[in-house]
């Protein structure tokens, strides 16, 4: 079906991962002459953000930089608000799409909803089933559910839990997650990338693949302070028992989590604190280590891309696919546990060939596709 007139889409988005997410998509809708697509960045993941718009070539129509040094959520809710706020009033959009859980795609939402502009939901209907962990993301994406009109999930669990909330079967669509776009598209450049990263990250002049290392993110909000110090005394024992072994932890800019990390893993010599990677070295960094200790979101769907084992040291996750695919295993933040799950790994290769003989559930790398087809034969209900 073609347009019979321009339609005007605005992408809203403000964070790293969203940013990742969003641009196949991004290039996916630029190629679609009838619709008329600007781009406005929060700027919440301010530091982080420019480098990946940099490597996809995205560059923002609207760029709010509304980075909240506070780091005081509410602060930044209201912000968003009022600048995509001021955004709408300009650009008058009929559609706004938003991606995941975040500040910025709830905020974003709200402002749309209240101009009565339809929302679009990119990786709709994940749940953790608890309101608090992750926090506030879980509370985020049921919000964003509640007043959109189109929902686009990554897996058929998504898409169960939204027809369980009521959402119309005619509303949503199951694409896969647009993170294997990007990964794939990421893996394409990156293998030709002439920087040694080994050097870079190991001070060693041979190949990364020749290096045991395992790789480390970790966040969230609900796991600063005790839990993020008890999991930070597990990497320090385990590098400890295995000097041979190298751990690489990018560390989040959040300055609570830098304090913790750097307290407790700065003195180990076979421990390298980095700040954070830009997009093609960090999908090399996925495909080349032994396994990944994470409590990140994106990641869990990332590193099965190159049947990498992923142990997260939560006690839930809104990625249950992976976990029943086998490529994820929950570990809680016990000590004792995440220790014993990073010493199985490395001396178990039983074990391990049990994640890495597992199936990425998240599609095959066109779920960008998918969504703007979906789209364009649906929109016109809503105008």
């Not at 889409?9 to 196949?24: H, Q, S």
């Not at 939901?121 to 879980?138: D, F, I, Y």
């Not at 009109?149 to 509303?171: C, F, M, Q, R, V």
Request: glycine fraction near 4%; charged fraction near 25%; charge should be negative.
């Amino acid at each position: 079906m073609l347009f019979e007139q321009k339609e005007k889409v605005l992408f809203v988005y403000g964070t790293r991962p969203e940013a990742i997410k969003m641009a196949p998509l991004v290039k996916c809708f630029e190629k679609i002459s009838e619709i008329e697509l600007k781009i406005c960045m929060t700027g919440q993941h301010r530091e982080m953000l420019d480098t990946v718009n940099s490597f996809f070539k995205v560059k923002p129509d609207y760029d709010l930089n509304l980075m909240d040094k506070s780091c005081s959520l509410n602060n930044l809710f209201a912000q968003i608000i009022i600048e995509v706020s001021k955004v709408i009033e300009e650009y008058k959009p009929k559609f706004i799409f938003v991606h995941g859980d975040t500040a910025s795609t709830a905020a974003a939402a709200i402002a749309a909803y209240n101009y009565q502009i339809n929302v679009v939901h990119v990786e709709a209907g994940l749940r953790s089933q608890n309101l608090w962990r992750p926090w506030p993301e879980e509370g985020n994406r049921r919000l964003v559910t509640s007043i959109a009109s189109l929902h686009y999930a990554p897996t058929a669990i998504n898409a169960n839990n939204l027809l369980k909330e009521g959402i119309d079967a005619k509303n949503l669509a199951v694409t896969g997650n647009t993170v294997i776009d990007a990964v794939l598209y990421a893996t394409d450049l990156s293998d030709k990338y002439e920087c040694s990263l080994a050097e870079e990250f190991f001070q060693y002049s041979g190949s990364l693949s020749n290096i045991d290392y395992v790789l480390i993110t970790g966040h969230r909000r609900e796991n600063i302070g005790a839990d993020l110090i008890s999991v930070m005394n597990a990497v320090r024992n385990a590098a400890k028992r295995f000097p041979k072994v190298n751990f690489l932890y990018p560390v989040h800019l959040n300055p609570a989590v830098q304090k913790i990390v750097n307290k407790i893993l700065n003195d180990l010599p076979n421990i390298f604190l980095t700040e954070p990677v830009e997009y093609p070295k960090f999908v090399q960094l996925i495909k080349n280590c032994k396994f990944i200790l994470t409590d990140s979101g994106g990641i869990q769907e990332e590193g099965p891309v190159f049947r990498k084992p992923v142990l997260v040291f939560r006690t839930e996750t809104e990625r249950l696919e992976a976990v029943n695919a086998g490529t994820v295993k929950l570990i809680g933040t016990q000590t004792d546990n995440v220790e014993d799950e990073i010493v199985r790994l490395l001396t178990d290769n039983n074990y391990n060939q049990e994640y890495t003989n597992a199936e990425n559930p998240y599609g095959d790398g066109t779920a960008s596709i998918k969504i703007s087809k979906h789209f364009q034969e649906n929109f016109r209900r809503f105008i």
